[in-house]
């Protein structure tokens, strides 16, 4: 009978593993209904799990400057999107247009597209759209054939 009642603490546990692993993934801290674009010069970046941390300094028309953390995904993830710790350099200047953190004193952004010299680094709607279809860099093709 002792050994049931372990076994039923372990099941139990490992039932809610995956409830706090999903609660920590969740964007409830951004403002979904707003977009913004920050532009600024890279300060940070902290390449870690269980994200990856960019920071920027805006220096707005005032001369105020605010400092960003734009909140990317893991790392495994961002290399699937072609990213590495070497993609972005300290003093790089980035446009990120996303989602601001809903208390407007935390300068803090999830991101939806990141533009480095007008070039795109980084667009969250387009990669999601092209796994959710099963379509990824390898496998799209130039015509419509399997869509």
């Given at each position: 009978m002792r050994n049931c009642s372990y076994l039923s603490i372990l099941f139990?546990?490992?039932?809610?593993?995956p409830l706090?692993?999903?609660?920590h993934h969740s964007t409830?801290?951004?403002?979904?209904?707003?977009?913004?674009?920050?532009?600024?010069v890279v300060t940070g970046l902290r390449w870690a799990n269980p994200h990856v941390y960019i920071y920027l300094d805006q220096t707005t028309d005032s001369g105020?400057?605010?400092n960003w953390e734009i909140e990317g995904y893991g790392p495994g993830a961002m290399r699937k999107m072609g990213w590495s710790r070497d993609s972005i350099t300290i003093g790089d200047t980035l446009t990120v247009n996303g989602n601001p953190a809903r208390n407007p004193r935390n300068k803090s952004l999830?991101?939806?597209t990141i533009l480095y010299a007008g070039n795109t680094l980084f667009d969250g709607r387009q990669f999601f759209a092209q796994a959710l279809s099963g379509v990824t860099p390898e496998t799209a093709t130039d015509g419509l054939g399997g869509t």
């Open positions: 139990l546990s490992l039932l809610l593993v706090s692993v999903q609660a409830a801290i951004y403002n979904t209904q707003q977009e913004i674009t920050v532009e600024g105020e400057v605010f999830y991101p939806q």
